[in-house]
T-cell receptor, first 112, second 116 residues
């Protein structure tokens, strides 16, 4: 069985500061990993994904994530956040032929 | 290319009623998945359809059902509504090339269901 743990339910940060949202997963087989963002009253938007290849993945809006197989982590980072990045972020894992399993989400709160 | 569309966007029902939600996937996508999102339980998988067949099913009671049509559009139905069914229901579509493969899921805006 696969599972995802997002270690922080909320991350407050000041505008233009760097941020890291943490995600750990557990699975007995090779996995695909995703980060989605959800703005208020909207659906989920794909930020980035890791399927194979380079462990450093770049996504939209200046976000990037690094797949670390030995630590079973897929942390999301951004070097300088904006007020508009305030949203909830979800890490998700899946395997071929399986369904997406989501973490509980991390609320990123960016203040001026 | 148009994204995933869901109708209606908002619904208010009373306990005991039934409801049908609709999802139109991205053109060419053959897989449709449904999720329930609540503040307490987060995002929970309901079921997935691929080429009109249910491929995976989550741990929900039989009151929750779905189907997929030949044009890949999907509907989900909830019968005998309970207060706890109030949630955001999200649909996602993907383009798996084969029935046992996985591809990126793209989400619609959701249907907000309120049960009174």
């Amino acid at each position: 069985a696969q599972s995802v743990t997002q270690l922080d339910s909320q991350v407050p940060v000041f505008e233009e500061a760097p941020v890291e949202l943490r995600c750990n997963y557990s699975s007995s087989v090779s996995v695909y990993l995703f980060w989605y963002v959800q703005y208020p009253n909207q659906g989920l938007q794909l930020l980035l994904k890791y399927l194979s290849g380079s462990t450093l993945v770049k996504g939209i809006n200046g976000f990037e994530a690094e797949f670390n197989k030995s630590q079973t982590s897929f942390h999301l980072r951004k070097p300088s956040v904006h007020i508009s990045d305030t949203a909830e972020y979800f890490c998700a894992v899946t395997q071929p032929g399986s369904t997406l399993t989501f973490g509980k989400g991390t609320m990123l709160l960016v203040s001026p | 290319k148009a994204g995933v569309t869901q109708t209606p966007r908002y619904l208010i029902k009373t306990r005991g009623q039934q409801v049908t939600l609709s999802c139109s996937p991205i053109s060419g996508h053959r897989s449709v998945s449904w999720y329930q999102q609540t503040p307490g339980q987060g995002l929970q998988f309901l079921f997935e359809y691929f080429s009109e067949t249910q491929r995976n099913k989550g741990n929900f009671p039989g009151r929750f059902s779905g189907r997929q049509f030949s044009n890949s559009r999907s509907e989900m139905n909830v019968s005998t509504l309970e207060l706890g069914d109030s949630a955001l229901y999200l649909c996602a579509s993907s383009l798996p090339a084969l029935a046992d493969s996985t591809d990126t899921q793209y989400f619609g805006p959701g249907t907000r269901l309120t049960v009174l």
